[in-house]
Nanobody, 119 residues
Framework: VQLQASGGGLVQAGGSLRLSCEAS????????MGWFRQAPGKEREFVAS????????YYADSVKGRFTISRDNAKNTVFLQMNSLKLEDTAVYYC?????????????WGQGTLVTVSS
């Protein structure tokens, strides 16, 4: 599966952005999907994930209550709605996919989309 992330940009602290990740192929609904991010000088970290059916979602503590992951299997797309953005949310955001129900090592990665939060 190939992944194409979009929706990044510059936003003021407290604002919102919605990231999208469109997947190629006809088996999108078989994949768990996730979002990760990498801030300058830091390691990549988990942000959120969603099971193949969308029935369960998981979040990093740092974004819980502010970010929402969702998916539209008919459109082969996963979303990350980001609200109440903070300066520390600035990072390159990556989407990932894997056939495992709860992936540990994600098999497929998209290119990143840059989110910059300004004061």
């Amino acid at each position: 599966v190939q992944l194409q992330a979009s929706g990044g940009g510059l936003v003021q602290a407290g604002g919102s952005l919605r990231l999208s990740c469109e997947a190629s192929g006809r088996t999108f609904s078989s994949y768990a999907m996730g979002w990760f991010r990498q801030a300058p000088g830091k390691e990549r970290e988990f942000v959120a994930s969603i099971t193949y059916s969308g029935s369960r979602t998981y979040y990093a503590d740092s974004v819980k209550g502010r970010f929402t992951i969702s998916r539209d299997n008919a459109k082969n797309t996963v979303f990350l709605q980001m609200n109440s953005l903070k300066l520390e949310d600035t990072a390159v955001y990556y989407c990932a996919a894997d056939r495992s129900y709860l992936p540990v090592n994600w098999g497929y990665w998209g290119q990143g989309t840059l989110v910059t939060v300004s004061s």
